[in-house]
């Protein structure tokens, strides 16, 4: 008699730290990317305020950034029916497998995490074990869930490998425990730069005005922000070295129309760099039109949120428990029943 047998959906997780107003940034290396997993993919994606607070946050803040986090989430596309969308600090294995894991990882491998001393420039007064641990409950995060791939922007494939090297190094000394994972970097828009700074990366966190793009600006701003962007002194538009305010609009453009270099440079032959910056400013004012609309609705009920988080903190800790049960058998804690 023949079997048949439903091949087992693989897991991804990825999350984003509700430490500041949503950047583009984050939207095109992550959120804007997920959607495409939710019919294959087992996806758990998490709001990581556990993570924002290794850099101080105000309480009310933070609290406002978790309800907004989870609303861009839905507004950006995700379906909460068919992902499990939820809140870090709402499942406590998250925080007991990074004990465990702390015991597992080298001090000298979280001393090359370059975030770390990024981090710890740029917090020079603030350099907290949690920032320094960070990357541990990353790999906490993500072996959790048994996760297959990890959907994030390139400045998170350094943390992406040492959750690998502390999986396989845990595997090797208990048998097999955790699926070790592997990074889905975005083929355009996995590293988007400051418009301020081109040579720096776009961030939430970043105190210039003009250096972020955020998801819910208002078409007057984005617009602004996208004229200021700082460029060069050429004026034809083409990817090349040294052109990194270009460059960077270059990317933006295609991720969000799909359109090669070489297409762009085409559609934008002899017209100079100002007429390219305003398309590039309405294109990302057009797309990001109604996630907003979509954001400020859900905004408007939080009662809806809250489910939300709720049923997806219930079925995130039941798989999270299972894994961490595992983990603790394995390294010979006792589980009386
Ligand atoms: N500039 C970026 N280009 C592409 N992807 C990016 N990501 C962040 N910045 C860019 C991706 O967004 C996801 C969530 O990031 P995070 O909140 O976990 O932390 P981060 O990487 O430190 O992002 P920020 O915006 O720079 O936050 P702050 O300022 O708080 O440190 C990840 O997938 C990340 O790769």
């Not at 439903?6 to 990317?33: A, C, D, E, H, W």
């Not at 072996?143 to 090297?165: A, C, F, K, N, W």
Request: proline fraction near 4%; charged fraction near 25%.
């Amino acid at each position: 008699m023949e079997t048949s047998t439903t091949p087992q959906r693989k897991t991804i997780f990825s999350g984003v730290q509700p430490s500041g107003m949503l950047t583009i940034g984050n939207y095109l290396g992550s959120i804007k990317n997920w959607k495409a997993f939710e019919e294959t993919y087992d996806c758990l994606y998490c709001v990581v305020d556990l993570h924002a607070i290794t850099v101080r946050q105000d309480p009310a803040m933070l609290r406002r950034r978790t309800y907004e986090t989870l609303a861009l989430y839905i507004a950006s596309g995700l379906d909460p029916e068919k992902n499990t969308l939820f809140v870090q600090s709402h499942v406590p294995a998250h925080a007991e497998l990074s004990w465990v894991l702390n015991c597992y990882t080298m001090f000298g491998e979280l001393s090359r995490m370059t975030q770390f001393k990024d981090k710890s420039r740029k917090y020079a007064s603030n350099i907290n074990a949690g920032l320094f641990t960070y990357p541990v409950l990353m790999a906490s995060d993500i072996l959790l869930y048994q996760t297959d791939l990890v959907p994030v922007g390139i400045d998170q494939m350094q943390h992406i490998e040492l959750s690998r090297d502390i999986a396989g190094r845990f595997n090797q000394i208990y048998g097999d425990t955790f699926t070790v994972p592997e990074g889905f970097i975005p083929k355009a828009g996995a590293k988007i730069m400051s418009l301020a700074e081109p040579e720096k990366k776009m961030s939430k966190s970043d105190t210039n005005g003009n250096a972020s793009v955020y998801i819910l600006d208002s078409r007057d701003d984005i617009l602004r922000k996208f004229k200021r962007a700082v460029t060069d002194s050429d004026t034809v538009v083409c990817r090349a070295e040294g052109k990194d305010g270009i460059n960077n609009l270059m990317t933006i453009y295609s991720a969000f129309t799909g359109k090669s270099d070489a297409e762009i440079e085409k559609e934008f032959e002899g017209l100079g760099y100002g007429h390219f910056k305003i398309a590039v400013g309405e294109t990302v004012a057009d797309a990001l039109a109604p996630v907003r609309s979509e954001f400020d609705r859900l905004m408007a009920d939080k009662a809806y949120l809250e489910t939300v988080m709720k049923n997806g903190s219930a079925k995130a800790a039941y798989l999270a428990r299972k894994t961490l049960s595992k983990v603790y058998r394995k390294i010979g804690f006792t589980q009386p029943k």
